[in-house]
């Protein structure tokens, strides 16, 4: 029998948004020892739905029974898992450099520009750099600052869209029939 490989898995969950959800969700997936690459939540698309955005490097039937498992959950509503090519995804990131380094010449500029990044704020000891983008392109930023100078940096997790109709909806109408 073939061994299933490891992928890096969406899960989108819609939930009401009660008090503990969220770590009761956290909780089914670390209490399998599984690690989770990220994890988002905001308003969904329809009034009084929140969405969950976790990212976690699975099998497929790993993600399956985990799915499952979430979707048991009393306020959950429904929870759907994909995987890279069927999403369309970004992260975004915040970057604290030296203004000195900014100041010494077009380095750092062209390095913006390169990346596709922005100066967000220019303060007089720092400037905070802003980058959307997949997780390669803020870490090959994040490199590249690190060789000049980096006070600070932050990430946000994986936000995401599937490339489809958004599936609840669909699952929502069958109900009504």
Do not use: W
């Amino acid at each position: 029998m073939k061994e299933e490989s490891v992928k890096e898995y969406t899960l989108t969950i819609f939930c009401e948004n009660q008090t503990g959800l969220l770590a009761r969700i956290v909780g089914i997936i670390t209490r399998r020892h599984f690690d989770m690459i990220s994890v988002s939540a905001s308003p969904s698309s329809m009034e009084g739905i929140y969405r969950f955005t976790i990212v976690l490097p699975l099998t497929h039937e790993q993600v399956r029974k985990v799915a499952l498992q979430i979707e048991k959950q009393v306020d959950v509503l429904k929870v759907f898992y994909y995987e890279n090519h069927e999403i369309i995804h970004q992260e975004i990131a915040l970057y604290k450099i030296p203004s000195n380094v900014f100041y010494q010449g077009e380095r750092v500029e062209q390095l913006i520009r390169r990346h596709n990044a922005r100066v967000l704020m220019i303060e007089q000891e720092y400037i905070v750099i802003e980058k959307t983008g997949h997780r390669e392109e803020i870490d090959a930023l994040l490199s590249e600052f690190k060789k000049i100078g980096i006070y600070e940096f932050v990430r946000s997790g994986k936000i995401a869209i599937v490339k489809e109709m958004e599936k609840l909806k669909q699952y929502l109408s069958t109900l009504k029939e």
